[in-house]
T-cell receptor, first 114, second 114 residues
Framework: DAGVIQSPRHEVTEMGQEVTLRCKPI?????LFWYRQTMMRGLELLIY????????DSGMPEDRFSAKMPNASFSTLKIQPSEPRDSAVYFC????????????FGPGTRLTVL | DAKTTQPPSMDCAEGRAANLPCNHS???????VYWYRQIHSQGPQYIIH???NNETNEMASLIITEDRKSSTLILPHATLRDTAVYYC???????????????FGQGTTLQVKP
């Protein structure tokens, strides 16, 4: 398996623009997580899905952020409109319910909002 | 989830064992100790987890004290590629819906030196 795939790896945009981050989880995993990492706040969970259904979005910073999972192999995190304070590395992770429930992380998307 | 305390940084000589401590004095009886690491510019990577018995896998060993209030992650023969931030996390194993979130603290930055 190729692991969790994220695209793009780097995104530079201007304030006010819409940004869409994409994630393909590991096949067969039941859960998908979106995290954000900044120097100030560390690694924070934004939202997670179980079987394509959003379960907990309490970490989503505000209404400008939205996430969808239309099927088991694809998820998006959208920011509209983007602001400079959204600059961060965004990670997607997936896991199965079985066993230790360890999470497998993607390589991340480094977002810079100018 | 119980909080953990880790030293902010440690050094280790290449080829020697790296022993990373973690305090979790408020851990509950059904909470596991998980370790993840994050190599620079990569997503976090699962290392190992345990409940009360010592655990070993191909990456590391986990030693949990009898009272479960602290643990030590051991990398038996550290290499330069083990330089990373190591996170100790305590949580209930199983589905995120009944275990709470995977909460990352600041971790320990391990620097392996030649």
């Amino acid at each position: 398996d190729a692991g969790v795939i994220q695209s793009p790896r780097h995104e530079v945009t201007e304030m006010g623009q819409e940004v869409t981050l994409r994630c393909k989880p590991i096949s067969g995993h039941d859960y998908l997580f979106w995290y954000r990492q900044t120097m100030m706040r560390g690694l924070e969970l934004l939202i997670y899905f179980n079987n394509n259904v959003p379960i907990d979005d309490s970490g989503m910073p505000e209404d400008r952020f939205s996430a969808k999972m239309p099927n088991a192999s694809f998820s998006t995190l959208k920011i509209q409109p983007s602001e400079p304070r959204d600059s961060a590395v965004y990670f997607c992770a997936s896991s199965r319910i079985a066993g230790g429930n360890e999470q497998f992380f993607g390589p991340g998307t480094r977002l810079t909002v100018l | 989830d119980a909080k953990t305390t880790q030293p902010p940084s440690m050094d280790c000589a290449e080829g020697r064992a790296a022993n990373l401590p973690c305090n979790h004095s408020t851990i509950s009886g059904n909470e596991y100790v998980y370790w993840y690491r994050q190599i620079h510019s990569q997503g976090p990577q699962y290392i190992i987890h345990g409940l009360k018995n010592n655990e070993t896998n191909e990456m590391a060993s986990l030693i949990i004290t009898e009272d479960r209030k602290s643990s030590t992650l051991i990398l038996p023969h550290a290499t330069l590629r083990d330089t990373a931030v190591y996170y100790c996390i305590v949580r209930v194993a199983g589905s995120p819906s009944n275990t709470g979130k995977l909460i990352f603290g600041q971790g320990t930055t391990l620097q392996v030196k030649p």
